[in-house]
């Protein structure tokens, strides 16, 4: 994967030269690494439980992709809006959705975010400032600018963080939705999660033009493209791009380029790429591993990590247990939040 | 505590698989995620991925067993610390008792990549009821008959259509080397190539009118939909384009078109992925709309379809693909568009569906006759042109009518249907037509509230017997 890491952003006069992005402090990492742990931890269970027949439905896993939400969070400030399509998990985690609640929706119960009726492509947090979870491909781009709008309508100082994949990138609402923004100068930042697929189609086989970060290019939307295995570089260019959408300069490209780790949804046998190829990934570019290993390299205790791991699974097991023995929806609810 | 790995599910119907391999030796260390064994199932291959940590202590399950359960412990995982010793005290996560038990046909989940094997090596899935009454008129008595599936049942018709006719090419997300999300197109890859079998970006509103204006230009596209959910996305190239230019060019050009895929519930995907069309096509002059039940139709009306010099929508079942039927070997079985079959006579109440609305019509049909109430069934296959002199032939003679369909009742197609019996047939009523549908919300995720939502054999029991005043 040619990475260009362009971000020129400055911390703390950390900035390695050569593009590089600027170190993360020790705590940054500990946060990167809880958060990111978080989400895989959450994600396997997930897998575990679908496996078991607790979740139905398609449900599309955010392994591998981690460091793009958590990296993304890390840069954005309370009030900021984020929405995004079905593969929508690691985005709630991130913006710290109760686990619980998460859970409880695939399985399907009560207790879930929307009550079981939505289940793992539909949720949303008003709390949260989280719109979706939305399962039509693209559909969610116009919508996330649509959140620009209303923040450039309050004269506010928001930014909209909308998601999309490579394959959505191919949709032609997100044309439609660059040109508005531009013309409007509305704080929106695409994030477009190019990891390399989309269901089986690689990008090459989908896509006239590769370099996400050139989408916008025709409607003088800037753009970059970012590792996004890599958390330091991913909140790096978070900050630059909502420098850039608070300071009222319009909207902004980032390719993430990262990777999805498990098949599309649960039975993908994936025939589409070889094993070599994943595991390879999994080896070089690991966005959990890269911190785990500076935070080792930077004599921190193994035993401390281990205890890190040891919180997050303690949340998800108990997540775990509240979605399986949560109560199913009253049948009552079929028929309410129709309406209002 | 030592942990149990189960035999995991590929999908929420999947009961059991093959353990083929095993990718981790005992005593091998294993991280979360690393992959530790593939098993498969007739359908697919899949990893499976540790999500545990520590060594792998013992494999309960040998590599190369066929039909392990689900839910079987399959190895066990040792813990830092733990050794062989401990495996006795091994505990399994947490077992799920189903929430409910809504179990469609077991059947490829929707994004459900093919596996690679032909089509010989398809799912035994369950057979559709059997259809016994009034034998079909299109073929000739005597013909062998092939039992398939409907997913073949359509390959095969799209096969034949392209074999015969140079013009004809598919389209569509997925279609060619993933040989379909459902396996529908499984093979045209290979036997037309790429020129013809065509995978597009995803993008419905655009690959739509690409179809539309390569129709204009004369050739006959089939533009495959993954599912009809996302055509919503390319309605306006559908209504504006395709159905209405042959009007609004005086009759110079039109355009011989089929927009296919699977259309209304498939299950627990919600909202979003769970919706019938059946009555917003039928609405629209200019458009055909065909909905099949059994895998025969499935396959003379998809070539009726391609045939056609006019836009054809035709809807299919994500949950009917997997069923088999017999299907008329026949070197041309062509069913003419615009005709509703009589599957079942009976004199008492007329019962009329089509696709999916069939399977609740048909075991109502069979619960009623237990009851001494014989219902006349009427399966409607084309909903534009809806084929209303059979179904006013059929109330003439019962004088009761009830309407199934998954789609929602207001100025549904059962809405249509009943005021069409009430223009042509009022004075034969002895009661108001009744229609039995989906409910009036969009559908819930959950396992209790998607069953609910859904209507069933009993509603349909109900139904006849209210109309019947029994
Ligand atoms: C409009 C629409 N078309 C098709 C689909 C089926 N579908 C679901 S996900 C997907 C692939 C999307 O890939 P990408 O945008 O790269 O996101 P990723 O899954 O890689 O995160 C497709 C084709 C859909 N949900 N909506
Ligand atoms: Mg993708």
């Known amino acids: 994967m040619a990475v260009a890491k362009k971000s020129d952003v400055k911390e703390k006069g950390q900035d390695r030269g050569n593009g590089a992005p600027p170190e993360f402090t020790k705590e940054q990492e500990l946060v990167a690494l809880r958060a990111m742990l978080l989400i895989r931890r959450f994600e396997e269970k997930a897998g575990q439980l679908y496996g078991m027949g607790a979740i139905g439905g398609f449900c599309h896993l955010y392994i591998g992709q981690e460091a793009v939400v958590v990296g993304m969070q890390m840069a954005l400030k309370m009030g900021d809006q984020v929405i995004t399509g079905y593969r929508d998990h690691g985005h709630m985690l991130g913006t710290e959705m109760d686990p619980k609640g998460v859970l409880a929706e695939l399985t399907g119960r009560h207790g879930g975010y929307s009550k079981g009726k939505g289940g793992s492509m539909h949720m949303f947090s008003k709390e949260k400032n989280f719109f979706g979870g939305h399962g039509i491909v693209g559909a969610q781009v116009p919508l996330g600018t649509g959140l620009a709008f209303a923040n450039s309508y309050r004269g506010n100082d928001f ?25 409007w100068k509305l704080p929106v930042i695409y994030v477009i999660e190019n990891n390399r697929y989309a269901m089986g189609t690689s990008v090459s086989r989908s896509s006239a033009q590769t370099d996400f970060s050139k989408r916008g290019i025709s409607f003088n939307i800037p753009g970059e493209q970012v590792d996004g295995m890599d958390i330091r570089a991913v909140k790096a260019a978070g900050d630059k791009a909502i420098a ?15 990777y999805r780790y498990r098949g599309h949804s649960m039975s993908d046998p994936a025939k589409y790429r070889t094993r070599e190829e994943v595991d390879k990934v999994r080896h070089d570019q690991d966005p959990i591993e890269q911190v785990r290993n500076r935070l080792l390299a930077a004599k921190m205790d193994e035993q401390e990590l281990k205890a890190i791991d040891a919180e997050v699974r303690q949340i998800v097991n108990a997540a775990a247990d509240f979605a399986q023995h949560d109560a199913e929806p009253d049948p009552s609810e079929l028929y309410t939040d129709v309406y209002r | ?144 008959m092939v039992t398939m599936t409907i997913r073949e049942a359509l390959r095969d018709a799209m096969a034949e259509e392209m074999r015969r006719d140079a013009d004809v090419f598919i389209m569509g997300e997925e279609v060619a080397e993933y040989q379909g999300a459902y396996k529908v197109t499984q093979g045209l890859l290979q036997e037309f190539g790429a020129r013809r079998v065509i995978d597009t970006p995803i993008t419905e509103h655009g690959f739509a009118g690409v179809g539309i204006g390569a129709a204009m230009a004369g050739l006959k596209p089939i533009v495959e939909f993954m599912t009809f959910n996302f055509a919503m996305q390319a309605m306006d190239q559908i209504i504006n384009s395709a159905a209405k230019t042959l009007y609004m ?33 039928s609405q629209i002059p200019g458009l055909k709309v065909i909905a099949p039940f059994s895998a025969a139709d499935y396959k003379g009306l998809l070539k ?86 059979t179904v006013v032939a059929s109330v003439k003679k019962t004088g009761r009518a009830v309407t199934v369909e998954e789609g929602w009742q207001q100025n549904g197609v059962g809405a249509e249907i009943a005021a069409r019996i009430m223009e042509h047939a009022f004075d034969y009523l002895d009661a108001p037509v009744l229609r039995v549908s989906g409910k009036d919300v969009p559908m819930p995720y959950a396992a209790n509230l998607e069953k609910l939502a859904l209507p069933s054999a009993a509603e349909v029991v109900e139904a006849a017997k209210a109309v019947c005043y029994r």
């Open chain 1, 159 to 183: 930014v909209s963080l909308t998601y999309f994949g490579d394959g959505a990138a191919n949709q032609g609402q997100v044309y439609e939705s660059f040109n508005m923004a531009e013309l």
């Open chain 1, 244 to 258: 850039w959408c608070r300071a009222g300069k319009g909207p902004y490209i980032l390719e993430m380029q990262t």
């Open chain 2, 1 to 144: 505590m030592p942990i149990q790995v189960l035999m995991p599910a590929l999908s929420p119907t999947m009961e059991k698989g093959n353990l083929a391999k095993w990718l981790k030796k005992e005593g091998e260390t294993i991280k979360s995620g690393d992959v530790i064994a593939e098993i498969e199932t007739d359908k697919a291959t899949m990893e499976v991925e540790a999500t545990d940590e520590g060594t792998l202590g013992k494999i309960l399950i040998p590599e190369g067993t066929a039909d392990v359960a689900v839910n079987t412990p399959i190895a066990t995982i040792l813990a830092d610390g733990e050794n062989a010793a401990d495996l006795a005290k091994a505990t399994a996560p947490a077992k799920q008792e189903k929430a409910a038990e809504y179990a469609p046909p077991a059947e490829t989940r929707a994004e459900a990549p093919a596996s690679k094997s032909g089509g010989g090596k398809e799912k035994k899935a369950p057979a559709a009821p059997q259809i016994v009454a009034e034998p079909d008129p299109e073929v000739p008595e005597g013909t062998e």
């Open chain 2, 249 to 281: 060019s005086g009759g110079q050009m039109g355009c011989s078109i089929v927009f296919r895929g699977p259309n209304g519930a498939a299950a627990r995907v919600a909202a979003q992925h769970s919706q019938d069309y059946s009555a917003w096509y």
């Open chain 2, 304 to 389: 009726a379809a391609i045939r056609d010099p006019n836009p054809v929508i035709f809807l299919e079942n994500e949950v009917l693909y997997g069923h088999t039927g017999p299907v008329p070997k026949l070197d041309d079985y062509v069913i003419p568009i615009g005709k509703a079959r009589v599957v079942r006579s009976g004199g008492h109440v007329t019962i009329v569906s089509w696709s999916n609305g069939m399977t609740y019509a048909l075991k109502a049909a069979e619960e009623l006759a237990k009851e001494g109430i014989e219902a006349e069934l009427i399966d409607l296959r084309t909903l534009r042109p809806l084929d209303t002199d």
